[in-house]
């Protein structure tokens, strides 16, 4: 049987196949392809299925695939089952790498929803899994060892930096931005000199964070070029988004002018909702409703009631440590009354209802 766990606003697939590789769904070509996790799907596939979720604002589904590789071993398939590529199949053992990936994947979910103190902890333990060398009887140490260019990275040495880069982006969030440079600095070389593409994008993107926190947006711009031109090579969409995301705010902090920065945002806007990533959707409509607020009280007032809708549909989607750290985050806008209108971002735009049929529709619902 399969386990569907993103079966709303399914789009159809262009693949014979009719299953989009994870990979390709979280680091590749198609964030917006369904989500499915089969009991003999490898670990990694899981993994890689939770950090798709995590883009989605799906927390829970995600902190449930996390915590069970956190776990350590994962259920063995049923009778009759193939258990799959994964390293040690037959008592499906997570390897230490991977565990390592799962910890700081949690984080980053956290510090998504403003949970930087709460991120720590999780970056902290995948630094100290990534670290400490794995022992035992029942691990193969070539597994998930290797990294080759070209894809995402799963191997020890891409966990410590994005254990690393998470504790940086934790400094950050927390003012503390020493801290975040020694960080960024002991993660530099492990960074760029990585076989994959992924390691360097995501240490560019944090260091350009540093400089828009210390005021530095003309430096931010290189920086952010710099991971751009990465994801871009890579295929990333995801990343893509996200690094024009970063550049979009530092060229905005250097003064580009606002005409051309609202329409860069607009851009963006319109381009995670057609991939639904949502946890980058309500940071774009911010960014959208500080830039027009000046002229447009009213304009500003929509982009924000936008992204607490948002918000609020990815609250009712997270788990409880997740909607706790939401609910307390300077970071984040408090849902408003306004998330019971139709506006779930997991149906497509066709589908949406007017505000006045939603409306009805919650008053008429048994």
Aim: proline residues 10%; positive net charge; hydrophobic residues 40%.
């Amino acid at each position: 049987m399969t386990s569907g766990v993103d079966s709303a606003g399914e789009r159809p697939l262009t693949e014979p196949a009719g299953r989009v590789p994870p990979v390709r769904v979280a680091f590749g070509d198609r964030p917006d392809a369904p989500l499915q996790v089969r009991p003999g799907d490898p670990p990694e596939w899981r993994w890689y299925t939770a950090v798709a979720l995590g883009a989605r604002g799906r927390y829970a589904a995600a902190a449930a695939l996390l915590g069970g590789l956190l776990s350590g071993v994962l259920d063995a398939p049923g009778p009759g089952r193939d258990p799959g590529p994964d390293c040690g199949a037959a008592r499906r053992v997570v390897p230490a790498p991977l565990r390592a990936h799962a910890a700081v994947t949690r984080a980053a979910h956290l510090r998504q929803v403003g949970g930087h103190l709460a991120a720590r902890r999780f970056d902290g333990l995948g630094l100290a899994i990534a670290t400490v060398p794995n022992t035992g009887p029942d691990v193969r140490p070539d597994c998930l060892e290797s990294a080759e260019p070209g894809q995402p990275g799963l191997d020890r040495a891409a966990a410590r930096v994005d254990a690393l880069l998470g504790l940086a982006a934790d400094a950050i969030g927390l003012a503390d931005p020493v801290l975040a440079d020694r960080l960024l600095r002991a993660a530099e070389p492990l960074a760029l000199e990585h076989p994959s593409w992924r390691p360097g994008v995501r240490w560019h993107w944090v260091r350009a964070e540093l400089a828009l926190s210390r005021d530095r947006p003309a430096e931010a711009v290189g920086w952010a070029r710099r991971a751009l031109v990465a994801a871009s090579g890579a295929g990333a969409t995801r990343h893509v988004v996200k690094s024009e995301l970063v550049l979009a705010v530092a060229e905005a902090g250097a003064g580009t002018p606002t005409g051309q920065m609202v329409a860069t945002f607009a851009g963006l806007s319109e381009r995670t909702r057609r991939s639904g990533l949502w946890s980058l959707e309500w940071p774009i409509l911010l960014q959208l409703a500080n830039l027009v607020g000046p002229v447009d009280p009213l304009g500003a007032h929509t982009y924000r009631r936008e992204a607490a809708q948002i918000v609020g549909t990815i609250r009712r989607h997270s788990d409880p440590i997740a909607r706790y750290v939401l609910d307390r985050s300077p970071w984040v806008p408090p849902p408003e009354e306004t998330e019971l209108l139709h506006l779930d971002p997991y149906h497509p735009a066709e589908t949406r209802r007017s505000a006045h049929s939603s409306r009805m529709e919650c008053k008429n619902k048994p």
